[in-house]
């Protein structure tokens, strides 16, 4: 680093997600005379607004975007830094911003998040969402968009096939259910349904159609056809909506592409008759791009979007130091939050969890974790400072997460799909057709895990069986008769 240090700071935070603006308010309250800065790439920070404790372990919170300004005004200590940290230097204990100035820190936290894991890189056909501004890409392509094509079975495809409309969307997912990084595959069953159903808030007209449902045989795509008809004029797109099980993509490639190798032959899409190019030119360009499928079969859309993940943003601004990397990517964190170099913590989506996790607890790149481990950051950089001891928090020892999908409340506890357990464990269901699905995880008699869809009211009293391990074998499937007012059974 050539430049001069402007200022060195006791703490630094680089990242104006959920993880790094918690971290300045958990250390901004802790020690208001601490010099903070806030490096962070973009004008806007993170906030956490509406904070609710649920239970012990379960929050709920609204994620709002503002000007960083808003910090600035609340934090008189701090200071926000902008545009984005180009390199790092732990030796030094220095960090040089994209416009040449160089800070010095005392203690670092890294909250620079994650990035979308794509299907492939530079194709302008090829999408991620991860903020605002590549959700505001999103929207502008699919407002001209005719059918898109969405890749992934998590968070981001689960949300985006219940709320795109006025066009055809095609799921592609791994797996033989939908959804599966949240739950199983009776789960998916219960969902299913929501897709088809007029959804509560769209005011009429409505843009897509209702649909009707057909089983899929293993392997087999599954066809929401339009079922209404419609009066004319009203709507002209006849839009669909399929998902295809069990594959992954093969290839992505324009028309171009297909003209310049014409030999090649692609299976028919569902429907639609243009796509053996070799002999069916007609129709040859009519999409700007193609997807050829495992299951053999390619489909032409407007877009692809690879909701495929994400990977830890470590790249390129902590090249040339040491720091120890976890499998997916992310820097490694013990229980203080520290990463392998000496005063850089880490949190958010950017840190991989390496402490010797509580059975009952996993990691998962969640805004519910983001705030958690920068408030928990925060707290430890402090203590670290002040010489205090510091014990893991409580907050990990549960897994907990509440979201909403499909226009359900759905709350995951545990080891919610028994991840780890192997065969070593029972599950017991309850399902009410478009009210509720709950499934409990038992494992040696304890419930270690629990899926709830619905205004089931059960969190509260699952959570307290899964933290004090209490053995339920005499109570067997009773556990969940509807009947039964459970809450005051375990009083
Ligand atoms: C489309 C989408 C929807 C989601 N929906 C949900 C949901 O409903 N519920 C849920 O629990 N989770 C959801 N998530 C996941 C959640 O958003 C993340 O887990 C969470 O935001 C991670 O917070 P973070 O603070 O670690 O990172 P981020 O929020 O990604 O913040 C990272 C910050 O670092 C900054 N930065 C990056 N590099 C640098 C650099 N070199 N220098 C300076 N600053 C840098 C960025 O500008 C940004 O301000 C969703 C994710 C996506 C993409
Ligand atoms: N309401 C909520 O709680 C929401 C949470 N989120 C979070 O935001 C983050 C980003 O979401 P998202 O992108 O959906 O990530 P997720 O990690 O939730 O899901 C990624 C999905 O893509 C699959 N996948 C990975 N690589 C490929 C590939 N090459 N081909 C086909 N499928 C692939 C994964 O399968 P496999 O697991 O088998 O690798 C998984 O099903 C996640 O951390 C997610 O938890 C996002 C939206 C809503």
Redesign the pocket.
């Known amino acids: 680093m050539a430049h001069k240090k402007e200022k060195t700071f006791q703490f630094m935070i ?8 918690t971290c300045v308010e958990q250390l901004s309250s802790q020690i208001p005379s601490a010099d903070i800065a806030l ?4 004008s806007h ?2 906030a956490v607004t509406n904070y609710k404790q649920v239970s012990k372990t379960l929050e709920e919170f609204d ?1 709002e975007e503002r000007p960083s300004s808003v910090l600035e005004a609340r934090f008189p200590n701090l200071t926000v830094i902008h545009p ?3 390199s790092l230097n732990t030796q030094s204990h220095t960090v040089e911003t994209a416009d040449g100035r160089v800070f010095g820190y005392e203690k670092l936290c890294i ?4 990035r ?1 894991k794509l299907l492939t890189q530079d194709n302008p056909y090829v999408l991620g ?3 605002t501004d590549s ?1 505001q890409a999103f929207q502008k392509q699919l407002s001209k968009a005719k059918r898109i094509v969405i890749v992934g079975n998590g ?2 495809a689960l ?1 985006l096939v219940y709320e795109v409309e006025g066009c055809e969307v095609i799921w592609a997912v791994k797996d033989k259910a939908i959804g599966n990084t949240f739950f199983d595959a009776g789960a998916a069953q219960f969902l299913i349904p929501s897709l088809e159903a007029d959804k509560p808030e769209r005011a009429a007209p409505c843009r897509r159609p209702r649909y009707t449902t057909e089983e899929p045989a293993a392997g087999a795509s599954q066809t929401f056809t339009a079922g209404l008809s419609l009066p004319h004029g009203l709507v002209t797109d006849l839009s669909s909506f399929s998902v295809e099980y069990e594959c992954e993509v093969e290839k992505i490639f324009t028309a171009e592409d297909l003209h310049n190798s014409p030999q090649q032959t692609l299976r028919p899409e569902n429907g639609e008759n243009w796509v053996c190019c070799s002999d069916s030119s007609a129709n040859l360009g009519t999409w700007p791009v193609y997807i050829l499928l495992t299951n053999g079969k390619t489909f032409g859309c407007d877009f692809v979007v690879s909701a495929t993940g ?1 990977v830890p ?1 470590t790249e390129p ?1 902590l090249h040339g130091n040491n720091f120890a990397l976890a499998d997916d990517a992310g820097l490694q964190v013990d229980d203080h939050m520290m990463t392998s170099e000496p005063d850089v913590y880490a ?4 840190c991989t969890a390496c402490w010797e996790h509580s059975p009952l607890w996993q990691q998962m ?6 705030r958690q481990m ?1 408030w928990y950051a925060g707290r430890c950089m402090a203590a670290h400072v002040l010489s205090e001891p510091i014990e893991l928090d409580f907050c990990f020892e549960l897994f907990s ?1 509440i ?1 909403k999908f499909f226009n359900y409340k759905v709350v995951l506890l545990g080891k919610f799909n028994a991840q780890g357990l192997g065969p070593n464990h029972e599950l017991l269901v309850r399902c009410t057709k478009g009210q509720e699905y709950v499934k409990v995880v038992l494992s040696g008699g304890k419930m270690v895990g629990a899926v709830l869809i619905g205004e089931t009211d059960l969190e509260e009293t699952f959570e307290n069986l899964m933290l004090n391990q209490m053995d339920l074998t005499q109570y067997g499937e009773e556990l969940l008769n509807p009947n039964i007012d459970i809450e005051d059974y375990f009083d």
């Open positions: 680089v990242g104006g997600g959920i993880a790094g603006v490096i962070t790439a973009g920070i993170k994620v984005a940290v180009k909250c620079s998040g994650g979308p969402i991860r903020d959700a968070g981001i949300e994400v943003n601004f949190a958010g989506d950017v790149r969640l805004w519910t974790q983001a920068g997460h979201t």
